[in-house]
Every structure is written in C-alpha cells, then in structure tokens.
C-alpha cells in the first residue's frame, strides 16, 4: 500500500518561493511520481511530473522555469520547489504516484494520492 503526505504548504507574496514535500510510502519505485494542483472552482491539474528513473520530467508551461520536481530515494520523499510564485498558483496541491504515464504522454486521475497542501500566494 502507497501512503503520500504532503506538508510545506503556506501564505507567501507574490514573487516568492515554497518548497512541498511528500513522504513516500510502500513501493512507488515503477510508478512516476507527481505533482497536480486544484483551486476553487476549476479542475484539479497535472503540475510536474518525474519518471521513476528520474531520467524524465514534465512541467506544465504555466510552471515552466519557475517550479522544479524532484526526489530524494534515500529519504523516500518527492519535492516541488515553486519559485517567482504568481496569485495564480494558489491552490490546494497534491502529491501522486501513478498518475501520469511517460509512455504516453497522457495523464489520469489514477494512482494514489496525498491529503493536499494549501499554498495561497498574495498579490
């Protein structure tokens, strides 16, 4: 069984910087791991993505150059580091294993996922 739990959320100005943490649990060593995120009233949205090899990333281009996913296997934890933040990135983020598929370029819902962190950015 996959435990994730999220914590690094929190209220920063604009233009500042956060890092996420997730805690992983259980054997996510074939699954890529994820970062997906959800603001009021709109769908919950794929992030950044790492392949299990580490070998390949995605990032969605609204985060492109400004978010950075990455693990520590010794630690078994997943980060995101989120700088030049925007109001735009506030949301609820989500840590999974699972959801996004390298082969195909395609993302689900699938896998398992964290409790979520708030990360609200002030204007």
């Known amino acids: 069984q996959v435990q994730l739990v999220e914590s690094g959320g929190g209220l920063v100005q604009a233009g500042g910087s956060l890092r996420l943490s997730c805690a992983v649990s259980?054997?996510?060593?074939?699954?890529?791991m994820d970062w997906f995120r959800q603001a009021p009233g709109k769908e919950r949205e794929l992030v950044a993505a790492?392949?299990?090899?580490?070998?390949?990333?995605y990032y969605a281009d609204s985060v492109k150059g400004r978010f950075t996913i990455s693990r520590d296997n010794a630690k078994n934890m997943l980060y995101l580091q989120m700088n030049s933040l925007k109001p735009e990135d506030t949301a609820v983020y989500y840590c999974n294993a699972g959801a996004y598929d390298f082969h195909t370029d395609s993302v689900s819902l699938a896998g398992y996922w964290g409790q979520g962190t708030q990360v609200t950015v002030a204007s």
């Open positions: 790492l392949h299990w090899n580490a070998e390949k990333t």
């Open positions: 259980g054997r996510t060593y074939s699954y890529a």
